[in-house]
């Protein structure tokens, strides 16, 4: 996650408070999938972004989990998601944020 989204999902935790605040990621890898869903709960793991020691503690979702897509559109879901999730891995990236979740998120939909 680069610097400045480091900063707006901050800025947007202290407008709005951690717990009226939810981040939705669209990561198309794993992996990475986990390190945002980290930085934004539990800190940045590089230290090296304004949330570097910062653990807001921010429910995290990935696009693809079920919760998310129950809010969506169906119209929409279908016009503007459903393509990637033929291309990608949609359990395994959902899974990887849901286990940061649970790890770090101290609050929930």
């Not at 610097?3 to 951690?18: C, S």
Request: hydrophobic share 40%; glycine share 8%; proline share 6%.
């Amino acid at each position: 996650m680069d610097l400045q989204n480091q900063q707006r999902v901050k800025d947007a935790a202290e407008k709005f408070g951690a717990e009226n605040t939810v981040v939705i990621l669209g990561s198309s890898d794993a992996e990475g999938a986990e390190i945002y869903a980290e930085t934004v709960s539990n800190g940045d793991p590089t230290f090296a972004g304004p949330l570097a020691g910062v653990p807001l503690g921010l429910p995290v979702y990935h696009i693809f989990e079920q919760d998310i897509r129950d809010e969506c559109d169906p119209a929409q879901w279908e016009e503007q998601i459903s393509m990637m999730e033929m291309v990608l891995e949609p359990d395994a990236l959902a899974a990887a944020v849901k286990g940061i979740r649970e790890q770090f998120s101290k609050h929930s939909l």
